[in-house]
Each structure stands twice: as C-alpha cells, then as structure tokens.
C-alpha cells in the first residue's frame, strides 16, 4: 500500500484543485484503490465512494450493471472495463471514475484469463483503458501492479484533460 500513495497524494491535489470527485468500481484489486485515495487527508472533498464489484451478483447489485451490456463481449476486456467506469461514473454523480476487471491468482479466473490479467478504464471528461499483464500468479503482487496502474492511468486522463 505505501507505494501506492504518492500516486493518491498526486491524484488529491489534481482533484482538490479542479474541485473533481472521483468513485472506484473494483475486482481482483479488493478496494486497494479506494484505500489509496482514501488514504490521504481530505479524501472527502473528491472521493465520493467505491464498490467491489468481486462478483457478478456484486456489479448487479452495487452498479446496476445488467447482464445484457456484456452481450457478445468477453468481461475481462478494456471493453468490460468500460462499461463499469461508466456505470460507476453516473451511480456515483461523479467527474471521473475508476473500474478494474482482472484475475490476480494464483489462478486464471473462470472467463479464461491467465493470473496476472487485468483491464482497467477510466471514465470522465476524458476516457482511457488499459490492460495489464504481469505474467505472475503472485496474488498480492498483481493486485498492487493494478491498482498502481489504475492510479497512473487515472493520473493520465486528468492531466489530459480540460479543466473543468
């Protein structure tokens, strides 16, 4: 988690000084990005909320994702993360948001990806995705290799981005 936080500490500033919010919606990262953001004195002002969205009963649940927006689409895609950074974006009222979809291991999980797969997107003023593959099934190791991507690319679109 400590190499987490100048990320956060960045990402707070950024937020704080465009008067932006920002909600999590996460997988196989388990809340380490709302941990991170959360981490940093004053995350009131721009974390609005998160949700792990483990499981697809979670997303249903927590997002009010349908099962019909991953018709013909594999989950764990920079597609599938889209669309929950979208859904979060709008559940949340938020300016940006952040969605991670992978299998951090030691196993590949059951849509078929190997461990150490993970797609992230970002939704707000500006819209990016990536995926991610370390090629490890070291669980915990993935999970941070995520979540600080996650924060770097939210770190990108902000600084891309107008000001609002």
Known sequence: MQDLIPLAKKIAVMLKDRRETVAVAESSTGGLIS?????????????????????LKARRAMLEVPDSAFAGIKSVTEEGAMILARAAR???????????????????????????????????????????????????????????????????????????
Request: proline share 3%.
């Open 35 to 55: 941990a991170a953001l959360l981490s940093i004195p004053g995350a009131s002002a721009y974390f609005i909320g998160g949700a792990v969205v483990y499981t």
């Open 90 to 164: 709008t559940r949340f009222d938020v300016t940006w948001s952040i969605a991670e979809i992978g299998a951090s291991g030691p196993t590949g999980n059951r849509y078929g990806d190997a461990a150490g797969h993970s797609c992230i997107g970002v939704a707000g003023p500006v819209e990016r995705s990536v995926t991610v593959e370390t090629g490890s099934a070291d669980r915990v190791a993935n999970m941070r290799t995520f979540a600080t991507a996650a924060l770097n690319l939210l770190i990108q679109s902000i600084s891309s981005s107008s000001k609002s």
